[in-house]
């Protein structure tokens, strides 16, 4: 869970989450090279085989998975992509996790699922100059896990959505690290959406809950006023991920 973002690089990675049994849990880590649009596995994938996990960049340096229901996770350098573990990398140790990043400073691992506790409102920052984590606790409006995030880079904002609670909508604020309600939502069916941005331009929902979605929203920056809009999916989808190109790098 969790759409990352990148600046027109080579390559997009997916770890593989949960499968039906008996591979309830993956390792595997997939690259999609973008020039030729082939995938291919990594010759290895996580150092410890979890689902559930918060995926985030620091755009040419490196990129992380934080371990769903562990403290740990894994850094791959860039472009080398030469893997190291990273011990208690989250503060947490909560699974079904969504991630946003601010590309070269730090990252938020959000929400998540504890075991008969259920969703939590919890967040652990990343920073990304010397690979340390922090707590943040309670800084969400809702209580969630399969929550998603997406940044607006040009504005210094991310935006978490989605997950279990249904209609819901969060902001951070990067250099502060200040999180409230953004005051509007998606509306219904919008649980377990996905987000993906136009930077500096608008964030948009695709799809949700409500018997998976088919539905297209749009939330301008300037204003933060979620709307529906006409154009849908082809086809409806729930606990979706959503990535994108930036053409223009301004703010990234």
Known sequence: ????????????YISLGQELAPHYVRGTINKLIFSTESV?????????????????????????????????GDKWTQPSETRST???????NYYNLGGVSDSGSHAYSLAGYAGGVGGQDDCTKFTFSNDSRSALASVLSENAYWAEGAANHAGGKGYIAGGT??????????SSDTFSSVGNDFGSGSGDLGLTT?????????????????????????????????PTLVDGVGKG????????????
């Open 40 to 72: 291919v596995g990594m010759a290895y994938g996580l150092s410890s085989t979890k689902s559930g996990c918060a995926g985030f960049q620091n755009d040419g340096t490196a990129f992380y998975f934080s371990f769903g229901n562990s403290a740990d």
């Open 1 to 12: 869970a969790g759409a990352t973002t990148g600046t027109n690089g080579t390559a997009g």
């Open 86 to 92: 990273i011990s208690n990398m989250d503060y947490y």
């Open 241 to 252: 991920s959503c990535v994108e190109n930036h053409g223009d790098t301004t703010g990234l």
């Open 198 to 230: 136009d930077n500096n331009v608008a964030l948009y929902r695709m799809g949700g809950q409500s018997g998976s979605s088919d539905a297209v929203g749009k939330m301008p920056y300037s204003t933060e006023t979620c709307a529906a809009l006409t």
């Open 165 to 174: 609670p249904g209609a819901w909508l969060d902001r951070v604020v990067f």
